[in-house]
């Protein structure tokens, strides 16, 4: 699964419920949220959950079964960012996930060798990334289910922390904390329907409850400016850099209150700094975003979305047809609320 930065033990974060969130328009990193669904959607082995083609749908499964119950039951407005090219910076990033992801895979083989699939479980969460094709086929499925989709021109949180900051939506929505580097005043965690989450690792299942971060709020208790926050980010870690070595949230947080900023540290943890903070910097204040995206929702294309998913994908029409159904109850209380608002008075 995808990591970003550590912020979990400095976090102020407010717990909520669902019936929280109602009627709220959230910015979903669509790739962090596949992820999950393909880590963790899987048969007694491990393997993905395939079509008779061997095109994966472990993380359609996910995606409209979660989608819709938000949208049919809660009313939360899901609007869904993908990444883009991912910057330079990021390349050694994404080769050591890479190599992560390889060595589980070896890991993996070995296991069901032996017949051991509860390990086989834990290391095949692991091992498998996205696709172009993955992320095509939940772009078609979320466009015919009439949800908004938005291209972000690389990260996708960079774009939903820039929509929530134009209130465009509500908050950002992601796992990650890296949202809050790039400015969200609002991040949303563990928008789940379960409230349980499962650890292969242990065999266990974990309560998770919604979390809201207003960031205004968490940089007044820890006594920082946004940007302090981003150098602390940098001292423990981040997608573009590896941090420095014995460095933790803690630490970083006591090292920036009482120098300000990196180039006020002492020597010997400056000269541990990467050479190109202030690319570092640059990319989580000025990061590459776009205003070309709509976020109206539109009608669902019925046939198509049984065309693709039955026929195409393989999935039961009982299924999808639950599906359908919640999209119309969310659009037939759209309908109802837009009626009363128009109505004489």
């Given at each position: 699964m995808e990591l970003g930065f550590n912020l979990a033990p400095l976090a102020v974060k407010q717990r909520l419920t669902l019936n929280d969130l109602w009627g709220r328009v959230l910015a979903v990193d669509a790739n962090n949220?596949?992820?999950?669904?393909?880590?963790?959607?899987?048969?007694?082995?491990?393997k993905p959950f395939t079509d008779a083609s061997g095109h994966v749908t472990s993380h359609l499964i996910g995606l409209i079964f979660r989608t819709t119950r938000l949208l049919a039951e809660h009313n939360i407005r899901p609007v869904f960012v993908f990444d883009g090219k991912p910057p330079a910076q990021?390349?050694?990033?994404?080769?050591?996930?890479?190599?992560?992801?390889?060595?589980?895979?070896?890991?993996?083989?070995?296991?069901?060798?032996?017949g051991d699939y509860a390990a086989?479980?834990?290391?095949?969460v692991r091992m498998d990334s996205l696709t172009q094709e993955m992320t095509g086929?939940?772009?078609?499925?979320?466009?015919?289910?009439?949800?908004?989709?938005?291209?972000?021109?690389?990260?996708?949180e960079a774009q939903a922390a820039h929509m929530a900051r134009r209130e465009d939506v509500w908050a950002a929505n992601s796992r990650d904390y890296d949202a809050v580097l790039f400015?969200?005043?609002?991040?949303?965690r563990y928008l789940t329907i379960t409230g349980q989450e499962y650890l292969p690792s242990s065999g266990n299942s974990r309560p998770l409850i919604p979390e809201l971060i207003d960031l205004r709020k968490m940089l007044a208790v820890l006594q920082i400016t946004q940007e302090q926050l981003v150098d602390l980010a940098v001292l423990v870690g981040t997608d573009f850099n590896a941090g420095v070595r014995g460095v933790g949230p803690k630490t970083a947080l006591k090292l920036i209150q009482k120098h300000k900023a990196l180039e006020n540290l002492p020597t010997g943890i400056k000269g541990k700094l990467p050479q190109n903070v202030?690319?570092?910097?640059?990319?989580?204040?000025?990061?590459?975003?776009?205003?070309?995206?709509?976020?109206?929702?539109?009608?669902?294309?019925?046939?198509?979305?049984?065309?693709?998913?039955?026929?195409?994908?393989?999935?039961?029409?009982?299924?999808?047809?639950?599906?359908?159904e919640r999209m119309r109850i969310f659009n037939a209380r759209?309908?109802?609320?837009?009626?009363?608002?128009?109505?004489p008075r």
């Open positions: 949220m596949l992820y999950q669904f393909l880590a963790l959607i899987r048969m007694r082995d491990g990021k390349m050694s990033t994404l080769k050591e996930r890479n190599l992560t992801r390889a060595k589980a895979r070896r890991e993996y083989e070995l296991a069901v060798g032996r086989a479980w834990s290391k095949a086929d939940a772009k078609r499925v979320l466009s015919l289910l009439g949800i908004p989709v938005v291209q972000a021109p690389q990260e996708g400015g969200a005043p609002r991040l949303i202030q690319e570092i910097r640059t990319l989580f204040f000025h990061p590459q975003v776009t205003n070309d995206y709509d976020l109206r929702y539109s009608a669902v294309d019925e046939k198509g979305l049984v065309q693709f998913l039955c026929v195409e994908r393989g999935f039961a029409v009982d299924t999808v047809n639950i599906v359908i759209e309908a109802s609320n837009l009626s009363s608002w128009l109505s």
